[in-house]
């Protein structure tokens, strides 16, 4: 079993940064393919970035270029920075890990097995 927990939403400017936590426990972080997810209101959640256990990132295009995925190993967290917030980022963020080894970064809900509870990033003008 695995327990996730999301810190480091909050209140943003648009331009401005914030970077989200996932603290995993129950099992070590690099073993699992990690993600974040997001879901803003009356749409579905959808992938943002990703983190392959061998290392590989993926980003939705949306975000490319301003959210970085990282991952420390002796703490056992994930991160996502998020830089030149924009308005239309606003939403919920989700940590999500899968257990399966899969050969590469999946982008859709179904292919992770633990989820975080999430955290709220709104961004405002």
């Known amino acids: 079993q695995v327990l996730l927990v999301e810190s480091g939403g909050g209140l943003v400017q648009a331009g401005g940064s914030l970077r989200l936590s996932c603290v995993a426990s129950g099992r070590t972080l690099n073993s699992f393919n990690m993600a974040w997810f997001r879901q803003a209101p009356g749409k579905a959640r959808e992938f943002v970035a990703g983190?392959?256990?061998?290392?590989?990132?993926n980003y939705a295009d949306s975000v490319k270029g301003r959210f970085t995925v990282s991952s420390d190993n002796a703490k056992n967290t994930l991160y996502l920075q998020m830089n030149s917030l924009k308005i239309e980022d606003t939403a919920v963020y989700y940590c999500a890990a899968s257990s399966i080894p899969y050969a590469y970064i999946r982008t859709t809900t179904n292919d992770y097995d633990y989820w975080g509870q999430g955290t709220q990033v709104t961004v405002s003008s």
């Open positions: 983190r392959q256990w061998n290392g590989g990132k």
